[in-house]
């Protein structure tokens, strides 16, 4: 099985004592249940509507601190889960993109936990999340048409031999490792700080492989934790 082995940096361990994350590799099977996918999204949302979990609050306030320690604004570049959910907050609902997509944006939204997905097929070496030096290319859209940029000094990115696979830690993913319910081998990284409860996290994961599992019978996939020690 293809499986990601992704690395944490001392310096990213310095700026949040406590961070740990799920990565979960998975080589999909036939795609045979779509719209399970958005069935989980609509559940999600509703779920954030009616202000769950509880310690949602705590625990992205913590991402916040996060993002300050290494520069950011998270007022104007929250981490991903923040920012979804208060797309939630604002509109009831969001609009479904694609199953996979779908699936883990319901995970990131029912356990306000940031969830990145990733095809690994694209990537050149093993995710490392470090401290940017500011030399690395990121791959994004500007006005409509395809960049390359770089990210700050000092901004906590993942990258792979390649570049920049995620800005700002989990803020703005790149194009050429975006995640499709097409590809084979797909990578998902599921990041959460000590205010969210270890128990939370692996439930998060369960509710992630359960439902590739509803979508893609015979799917496989390999769980780690992994920790800024």
Request: glycine letters at 8%; aromatic letters at 8%.
């Amino acid at each position: 099985m293809f499986t990601a082995h992704p690395s944490i940096s001392a310096d990213v361990a310095r700026l949040a004592p406590g961070f740990r994350a799920l990565s979960i590799s998975v080589t999909a099977a036939p795609l045979v249940n779509p719209g399970f996918g958005e069935e989980a999204l609509i559940s999600a949302c509703k779920a954030v509507l009616d202000g769950e979990p509880a310690w949602a609050e705590a625990h992205l306030n913590a991402w916040s601190e996060a993002f300050r320690a290494f520069g950011a604004k998270p007022k104007r570049t929250p981490c991903s889960a923040e920012a979804l959910r208060k797309r939630v907050l604002r509109d009831g609902s969001m609009t479904a993109l694609d199953p996979v997509v779908d699936l883990y944006n319901a995970v990131s939204l029912r356990y306000a936990i940031p969830v990145g997905g990733e095809n690994l097929d694209a990537y050149s070496g093993m995710p490392r999340l470090i401290i940017s030096d500011g030399s690395e290319p990121f791959d994004t859209f500007k006005d409509g048409n395809p960049i390359i940029e770089n990210p700050e000094s000092g901004e906590v990115i993942w990258r792979d031999e390649l570049g920049v696979t995620c800005r700002r830690w989990n803020w703005r993913q790149g194009i050429r490792t975006r995640l499709s319910a097409s590809d084979k081998h797909m990578w998902f990284i599921l990041e959460s700080l000590p205010e969210m409860p270890l128990e939370a996290l692996h439930e998060a994961g369960k509710m992630l492989t359960d439902g590739l599992n509803v979508m893609m019978p015979g799917v496989r996939f390999d769980v780690t934790l992994i920790d800024a020690g």
